[in-house]
């Protein structure tokens, strides 16, 4: 009864009433202002206690982390910062945050003693603002999906085969890892596994989500993803989350059109509803910039960085087109690149990408029709027999955040890659029925979450858009 969330309290009309209210404390100063949050906003509610009405002992227990219950009067605010507050009638203890002990104190703690303390780490404001916004854009996805007929499919997280075929797969077993069982010629004899043959940690769910396109024409999967490559960068994560639609009857040019409106979607989505915690993050990023070089710092606020996505078209070009003007461009030339590009057909590594999106075009950029060679063996052929239907869209700050495709719907052409690529076809025999029976052109393409969630917060690390990060050497909690 009358018991409310901070956000209730300070965003609607309760003034002069008696309310309840239970959070954690953020501060208590001169033993008489408590800032109390509870998660439901970045701001926190302000609560008047008049030290002389308390019990000493009970005083002690408000400490920074401690939880509360507080019963009291919403009143105008007689202080600056805040429109209301609670005149304090009664404070229960829910539990209390020794202050020799708690870590999370109220000073600036910086991200990678955070990370040590990922179970806490919430409890700051980057990190509850953060945490919402993540919470916020998953919403907008399944929105999108939802509204525009998408059907929402759940993809085996265990799967026996390996949809990228780059073999950085975590294996999924139960035989005794110290003395498995042995074939006749030495192997491990995972026919005695308990599902009866070699079983991995999924790494996309696109192909099981393609035998689901090819019947009810638009589905996307949004779930969690592995991969086991030794990439211990700021972009890459070994557990992650994956939103893949699949459409039939799209080509290349429809898929394209669909990633760039779904990511404008969702990025106005929370321009709209995450206000609070965009300025806030905003302004955090303005006093990080602060104490950068002038050359290193960032040329547009996170808003504006938002709006200008959401506002201006992706720039579309080819592969070779790209490596063009990679070749011929200064860090290349002056051999400023890690990797120097020097013929058709390399692969792009990020810092390309970067230069792409950040230096030359300087908007978000689609670059479409790989060399086969770099790319997985789905995508479908084109007639230069060199180059395939891929698509990678590239962001500024971050790189690759979305890899898709139009795929190769002739089983032909399908089986001859495959061969090519050394994979068993009968692995894939269910994958191959889809082109024997009805087959179709269709595409789609996979969305990393957190890197969506990176760009729309501006956070700098991928460790710091998931609640808890899954790198090498690290699974702590
Ligand atoms: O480009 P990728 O490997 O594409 C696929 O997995 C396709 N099967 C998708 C499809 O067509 N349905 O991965 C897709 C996206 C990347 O663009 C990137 O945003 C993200 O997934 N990603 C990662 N994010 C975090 N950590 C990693 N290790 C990632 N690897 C890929
Ligand atoms: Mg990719």
Redesign the pocket.
Known sequence: MNTYSVKELLSSDHLHKEVTVNGWVKTFRSNRFIALNDGSTINNIQCVVNFEDFDENLLKQINTGAALKIVGTLTESQGKGQQVEIQVKEVIVHGGADPETYPIQPKKHSLEFLREKAHLRVRTNTFSAIMRMRSALSFAVHQYFQKNGFYHVHTPIITGSD??G?GEMFRVSTLDSKNPPLTDEGTIDYREDFFGKETNLT?????E?ETYAMALGKVY?FGP?F?A?N?NTS????E?W?I???VAFNDLDANMDLAEDFIKDVLSYVLENCQEDLKFLEQRLLDEEKRKPQAERSDMPLIEKLKFVVDNTFKRVSYTEAIDILRNCKPNKKKQFKYIIDEWGADLQSEHERYLVEKHFKCPVILFDYPAKIK?F?MRLNEDQKTVRAM??LFPG?G??????QREERLDVLKEKIKALDIDEKELWWYLDLRKFGTATH??????????VLFATGMGN?RDVIPFPRTPQNAEF
């Open positions: 949809a990228e780059a790494v996309s769910g696109q192909l989500a999967t993803t991969r490559e990439s972009r890459h994560l070994a992650f994956m893949e639609p699949e997985a789905y990678d869209i971050i690759e955040i979305v890899g898709g495709s595409s789609g393409f996979g969305l990393g979450f957190e890197r969506l991928i």
